[in-house]
């Protein structure tokens, strides 16, 4: 009788740890498919324009990285064909890309991994501009005496506003954490179609972080309805601006940023 019963204990026992093993290994499972530490590193990003019936494929945004995970070259179809970033010294990042034609260099001299004077030099037909930047982000800029003023909210950007009225801005701060490698918000940017506006904001050192401050969460212009969604370990999928009052500068009522990692 008393071998019985401990044979019946043993198979409880036995019965116990099996399914704590079968638990385990279930939760182990399911946290690896939803592990969010998975890289947050931008392979590409795809851009379509058009409506609410249709969305037409435009151009991709395809990105490379050095031995030090720094940006070494972004390159698209469409508007431009490639920007290449290069890094010669400590503290220094220069990088170049075609502007309405005009092949634009730019040299930047960096604190704390931040720029804070950077010079776009034009080709033998244009003169060189010096633009200078604070803590946060442009602060003035000397050639063609524009001046951008940036505000901030609980470490969000909140408008900019620059002394030639052409590039007012006001923003509301998502709840999306814009904690990729490369700052998201400077995507609709890309598509602006008023003359000079990606030379004049800095598009390409915006992107890498190299100039200004980036803020904590997608910050959403008041001229955009935003709208996102996510693949299936959380990282954000895909950015659809929609337009709320169309305009001849904007090709398209809907654009869409369509992103991928370099792990899938």
Known sequence: ?????????????????????????????????????????IESIDIYQGTNKQQNYITTMKFLYDSGGRLSQMSMDSPLSEVNYGYPANNTITYSFSSSGVFVRVAATMEEGKAR??????????????????????????????????????GNLKSVTSSNRLFDSKYTSSSVANDYNLDLNVLPQLIDGRAGYTTAMNTFGQLIGVLGTKSKNIVEDTYYIYNYSYDEHLRLKEIVLRIKEPSSMIAADIYSFRISYSNK
């Open 1 to 41: 009788m008393l071998t019985i019963c401990i044979m019946k204990r043993q198979n409880l026992i036995f019965a116990f740890i099996f399914s704590l093993g079968i638990i385990s290994f279930l939760s182990v499972s399911c946290s690896k498919d939803d592990d969010p530490k998975l890289s947050k590193v």
């Open 117 to 154: 004077s950077c010079t776009f030099f034009g080709d033998k037909n244009e003169s060189d501009v010096l633009y200078t930047y604070d803590k946060q982000y442009l602060d003035k800029s000397k050639g063609d005496g524009l001046t951008m003023t940036y505000e901030w909210k609980n």
